[in-house]
């Protein structure tokens, strides 16, 4: 970080840095075999990140409840195996500890509730396993509700508000990216705890469908959450291709101005191998709805190092440092704190 200003290089070697989403693990199951265990921790630990949630199932992948248990099973050997790297995380202070020690605190995630069947006992089983974290749609229709890409835009089902408050008196942070709108709007409304959106960004830069719009965004920081904005090129711009600092932080600013810096930070959605992102669409069917980019011959991820440099750029643009370190990490501590203790 020499060629950082003093003040950007304070911030990132003093912060809680984090990445709320990443895909692409070693042990990912959206992407499987997405890289080494040193080009994938290097990553992160070159980009200063202290946290990151992991997905092991999704609706479309590992969405049967052996599936499920046997990717958690392998993600949990993989970390356990690493002591001197990661801390497994099960509540907010193993994410203080893990920036005084160094090492890369990480929790599990599941993309989509189809991993939960008809069971809500599951939520406290994952839960003790490991998963702090759950998408509540994937793309499509599932048990609870409908996606962003379905056809149609239902709200949330009568199972669906049980696995909500269960989620909540378990201490699992419900998550409506990917979600309808309606479906986003009526689960936020059903929680007691905040409601985070991992990795979107605001449509009103760029109108795609996996992009949120205003009063989404605006209910969900009122019920306390926490937008991560993403990477993802597809989702950036018509092109695909442009994933710069500048670019991000537009996306980035646009949501501190609508909700307040207290409920923006990172989700980039990294997948560091684009190939793989390929091999998942095609493998994927209507998960991936046709001309929103997903089928581009080349796909296009932020990797988390461009966090130092969206850093840069709120600095220039007079954000306060409060505010800046909330961004980093602190906004979804208090998030994490408050739900998962």
Request: charged share 20%; net charge negative.
């Amino acid at each position: 970080m020499s060629s950082l200003s003093a003040q950007t290089a304070r911030l990132m070697r003093d912060s809680v840095v984090i990445d709320m989403i990443a895909p692409g693990s070693p042990f990912g199951v959206l992407t499987p075999d997405e890289q080494s265990t040193e080009e994938w921790y290097g990553a992160y630990e070159h980009a200063g990140c202290t946290f990151t949630s992991c997905t092991v199932a999704a609706d479309h992948v590992a969405y049967s409840i052996e599936a499920c248990v046997q990717e958690i099973a392998k993600s949990r050997h993989w970390l356990l195996a690493h002591p001197n790297r990661f801390t497994l995380v099960e509540k907010a202070a193993d994410i203080r500890n893990a920036k005084v020690t160094g090492k890369l605190a990480v929790c599990l995630n599941i993309q989509g509730t189809l991993p939960y069947q008809r069971n809500l006992k599951l939520v406290e089983v994952y839960r003790r396993l490991g998963v702090l974290h759950a998408l509540v749609t994937y793309n499509e229709k599932n048990l609870l509700g409908d996606g962003c890409h379905e056809r149609t835009d239902c709200g949330l089902s009568r199972f669906g508000l049980g696995l909500v408050a269960e989620m909540n008196r378990v201490g699992v942070l419900v998550d409506v990216t990917h979600a309808g709108h309606r479906t986003a709007m009526e689960t936020i409304a059903a929680s007691e705890a905040p409601v985070i959106m991992s990795h979107s960004s605001p449509r009103a830069i760029f109108d795609h469908e996996r992009n949120v719009p205003d009063d989404l965004i605006v209910a969900m920081a009122q019920k306390g959450g926490v937008i991560g904005i993403q990477g993802v090129g597809i989702f950036m711009s018509a092109e695909g291709s442009d994933i710069s600092a500048q670019r991000l932080f537009a996306f980035l600013d646009y949501s501190v101005q609508l909700v307040g810096a207290n409920h923006v930070g990172f989700g980039l959605d990294y997948i560091m191998h684009p190939q793989n992102a390929q091999k998942l669409v095609a493998q994927s069917g209507s998960s991936y709805a046709r001309g929103g980019g997903y089928y581009n011959a080349v796909h296009y991820f932020s990797p988390p190092e461009i966090i130092v440099e969206v850093v840069g750029l709120m600095l220039r643009k007079n954000y306060s440092e409060t505010d800046v370190q909330g961004i980093l990490g602190e906004n979804w501590l208090r998030v994490i704190e408050q739900v998962c203790g």
